[in-house]
């Protein structure tokens, strides 16, 4: 211990004698640690941190397997209540499973009305969570029936709605002007399902139970809704859960082909996974880049080390000749290289604080738990064995070099420095090299993806985005019937195309580009199939002008019209997808078709075809277009469209007016989700920009860092090779001669770390592949645009090395030497 105390006190010496030296280390080491530090408290979050729940690791997100899902088919499917009852009553592998769908409420009778992200779920939900409400109970069987209205509130609704009231349990609230009984409040913190924003209040799936005019959702099997989570029990795995539900799916399946027949298995995937989706290679790739600048700053540093170690010779010599054996010597090296690494991985956890506040403001606004990053002691313990482990890297092939140092030659050669050989800098040569393909590798990885987020922003979302302004109406349907639903949101519609600075005003549901969606099968008149095997479509609802407000191109046809309504001729308009691949060769115009939709008021009736449209971009902007046809609002009355108004201004400035005509109407009714299709389009282009943007930073950082290790090694030489040069310019060599000497070395590394790292990124390119749209892994211009920049980089950093040398003073440099 003592050994290592003096060993200490010598490396702050050493500092001290140094200290440009020592900074210029400790602020590589804290460049590299910091982009670590900060990518890995991202990666621990969003990916590593188990839920917070108890024994997270048995909580499973369960689902069907169709064969025939349309859009996204990455996790579990949803699934219909008969379906979810019977799961939950047949399996053997679960203590309990939940279901769950979103929903939104409105809340009245506590000043002005507030729109609330809520969820309808089964019983047991919270017992399946394995979390009890700080106060009152969780939702139980009896809270499934017809008619009980209970609903569970979260910490923070309690908090800002309520004012934290001592009496809330019992008490009776307002929600969509229905009376609901709170019997329970969940304990601070609690968040599922976990999302940006978080839901503020659960209800029992007992309005689903009921409906006085049809089918109620609790019976519908072929209405697939619900999202369902379960807990496995005590040493039962994901597999075995799996096959487990796949029996029942397929005992479903046959029991009720006319609507399980393609539901072949079932999906059962550990929550946690279920949760992060596709953004888990995307942080892999970033947490991979990062982890290569962290290995090009190693590098850079053991270079300067291994330059100070050639002028430290002689000190070593001396301590050699006095009795410092080579592991003596070696740990004292490692110990200066130890406390260096501690001193930049100090200034690095600094650094990453700053570089988290900018990371939080890239990351998609989707992104689960991206609210929770911060430099927790896990991010810390990671930052100290980082940087514990950086000092070894960069500290050990020095500390050899060093400690092998011939005393007696030491000592005859001095300060002398014309007898250096290229042997001496064999390994800093390595070094740059290894650098430079690292770099190069991060820098094709940025230019695929850069080019791959131009390419997204290309891609036609079949619509106009600019100057149109959309928002979303919560009808308590308590109030409204089917019929007032109508004729509210067309008195809305008349109030807001007569505001100044408005064009036209519509509405529809879904909006593109958006994440929600419902698929209704449908029969072709003259092509009947049995219900189970009936063609599939993603289905959407217009207003009258919705086309024409959005400018979606109208191909043939016409628009919906305000006739268009519950008492005229059923109609529906399709997209040139869906007359492509349902009408191939034919005119789609005055043909049938009969969705399978109940809405409470009609039953699967047969609706002409009256308009064909352009496709749009529905879920994403990298996704393919889906068949997709369009129902009028008045004759489909099933959800509320949102509303969409351009306007010859721009569209923020209208919010306020907005609201108004809206609160003229019902001051009950509240206006919610007010955004720009603008806001939506970035929205959708958010993780491509994310992950080019900051694996752009890190290639650039990891080209600063090779160009710096490029310079530091050239002057190096200049620096050894002073005589030599001197006496080369003594002897008549012209200047330009040692100039591109200089030139040459420098640009020949460059080019073997570029050969080095095009077949690296040879095999890099396959990991990317996945991330990439519209760029093939392997693209000749990106390989071309990246190689030409760091040979431009390489070309820069040896340029004022090779000039110092080409302008030595040969008299004053031999005079010195």
């Given at each position: 211990m003592g050994k290592s105390w003096q060993d200490l006190r010598f490396a702050i010496r050493q500092m001290r004698k140094a200290p440009g030296f020592a900074l210029t280390i400790i602020l590589t080491i804290a460049l590299g640690i910091g982009a670590t530090t900060a990518v890995f408290s991202?990666?621990?979050?969003?990916?590593?941190?188990?839920?917070?729940?108890?024994?997270?690791?048995?909580?499973a997100a369960v689902g069907s397997l169709n064969d025939r899902r349309v859009g996204p088919s990455t996790g579990p499917a949803p699934m219909s209540y008969p379906d979810f009852f019977d799961f939950r009553t047949r399996n053997h592998c679960f203590t309990g499973i939940a279901a769950y769908h979103d929903n939104d409420f409105t809340l009245t009778g506590s000043g002005e009305p507030k729109h609330l992200s809520g969820y309808v779920v089964a019983a047991e939900f919270f017992d399946v969570l394995g979390t009890n409400p700080a106060l009152g109970r969780g939702i139980g069987p009896q809270d499934e029936k017809p008619g009980a209205r209970v609903v569970v509130l979260s910490h923070r609704l309690w908090q800002t709605a309520f004012g934290s009231a001592n009496d809330i349990i019992g008490s009776v609230i307002t929600l969509d002007n229905r009376s609901y009984t709170v019997i329970g409040l969940m304990p601070q913190g609690f968040e599922f399902p976990i999302q940006n924003p978080a839901p503020v209040l659960w209800t029992s799936l007992a309005d689903d139970a009921y409906d006085p005019m049809g089918e109620p959702m609790t019976a519908s099997r072929g209405a697939h809704l619900l999202s369902v989570i379960g807990r496995l029990k005590p040493g039962v795995s994901m597999e075995q859960a799996k096959?487990?539900?796949?029996?029942?799916?397929?005992?479903?399946?046959?029991?009720?082909?006319?609507?399980?027949?393609?539901?072949?298995?079932?999906?059962?995937?550990?929550?946690?996974?279920d949760l992060v989706g596709d953004i888990r290679p995307a942080l892999r790739l970033l947490f991979a880049a990062v982890s290569l600048v962290l290995l090009i700053a190693c590098a850079n540093v053991a270079g300067l080390l291994l330059a100070r170690a050639s002028r430290r010779r002689s000190e070593v010599a001396v301590r050699s000749a006095l009795g410092a054996s080579r592991p003596q010597i070696m740990r004292q090296m490692l110990v200066e290289s130890l406390f260096l690494a501690l001193c930049g991985g100090g200034a690095g956890i600094a650094l990453s604080m700053s570089l988290l506040r900018m990371l939080v403001h890239l990351v998609p606004s989707d992104l689960p738990r991206s609210g929770e990053v911060s430099v927790d002691a896990t991010v810390l313990f990671f930052a100290t064995v980082v940087s514990l482990f950086t000092g070894l890297l960069f500290g050990v092939l020095p500390a050899w070099r060093i400690s092998r140092v011939d005393p007696s030659t030491a000592l005859r050669d001095g300060a002398r420095t014309a007898t250096a050989g290229r042997g001496q800098h064999?390994?800093?040569?390595?070094?740059?090299?290894?650098?430079?393909?690292?770099?190069?590798?991060?820098?094709?990885?940025?230019?695929?993806?850069?080019?791959?987020?131009?390419r997204v922003l290309q891609v036609n979302p079949g619509f106009d985005r600019k100057n149109v302004l959309t928002a979303s109406l919560d009808l308590p349907l308590s109030r409204y019937s089917s019929q007032q639903q109508v004729n509210f949101e067309n008195q809305v519609l008349e109030r807001l195309r007569a505001l100044p600075g408005v064009q036209s005003a519509s509405g529809g549901w879904p909006l593109p580009l958006s994440a929600v969606g419902m698929t209704i099968s449908f029969n072709i008149e003259g092509r009947p199939l049995p219900p189970g095997d009936r063609n599939v479509s993603r289905a959407s609802l217009a207003q009258p002008d919705y086309f024409q407000v959005m400018h979606i191109p109208l191909l043939r046809g016409r628009e919906f019209r305000t006739s268009d309504n519950s008492k005229s001729n059923p109609v529906v308009i399709v997209s040139e997808g869906f007359a492509k691949k349902f009408f191939p060769g034919e005119d789609p115009l005055g043909k049938h078709i009969t969705p399978g939709l109940d809405d409470g008021t009609v039953k699967e009736v047969s609706r002409e075809i009256i308009g064909v449209v352009a496709e749009v971009k529905a879920?994403?902007?990298?996704a393919e277009n889906a068949p997709e046809y369009y129902l009028p609002f008045a004759q489909a009355v099933v959800f509320s469209p949102k509303i969409v108004v351009r306007t010859a201004v721009d569209p923020t400035m209208l919010i306020p007016a907005i609201r108004a005509a809206v609160a003229q109407i019902d001051k009950n009714v509240p206006l919610y989700d007010v955004r720009t299709m603008d806001d939506l389009f970035s929205r959708a282009a958010a993780q491509p920009r994310f992950q080019?943007?900051?694996?752009?930073?890190?290639?650039?950082v990891a080209l600063l860092l090779s160009a710096v290790g490029l310079y530091g090694l050239l002057s190096h030489i200049v620096v050894q090779r002073t005589l030599e040069i001197g006496l080369r310019i003594a002897l008549g060599a012209p200047r330009r001669n040692v100039l591109g000497m200089i030139l040459r070395r420098g640009l020949w590394l460059a080019g073997v770390g570029l050969a080095i790292g095009i077949l690296c990124s040879l095999a890099m390119t396959r990991f990317v592949s996945g991330l990439l749209f519209g760029v093939k892994p392997f693209d000749p211009l990106t390989l071309m645009g990246v190689s030409l920049v760091l040979l431009l980089v390489a070309l820069v950093a040896s340029s004022a090395p090779a000039y110092r040398a080409a302008n030595l003073n040969p008299m004053k440099t031999l005079r010195e030497q």
């Open positions: 991202l990666v621990n979050t969003v990916l590593l941190r188990p839920l917070p729940f108890p024994e997270p690791d048995r909580l096959a487990d539900l796949a029996v029942i799916a397929r005992n479903l399946a046959a029991q009720y082909p006319d609507t399980n027949r393609h539901f072949v298995g079932a999906v059962v995937k550990p929550q946690l996974d064999r390994v800093q040569n390595a070094l740059v090299i290894a650098q430079t393909a690292i770099g190069l590798v991060l820098l094709i990885a940025s230019g695929l993806l850069i080019r791959s987020f131009v879920r994403s902007l990298k080019a943007v900051l694996l752009s930073c890190f290639a650039a």
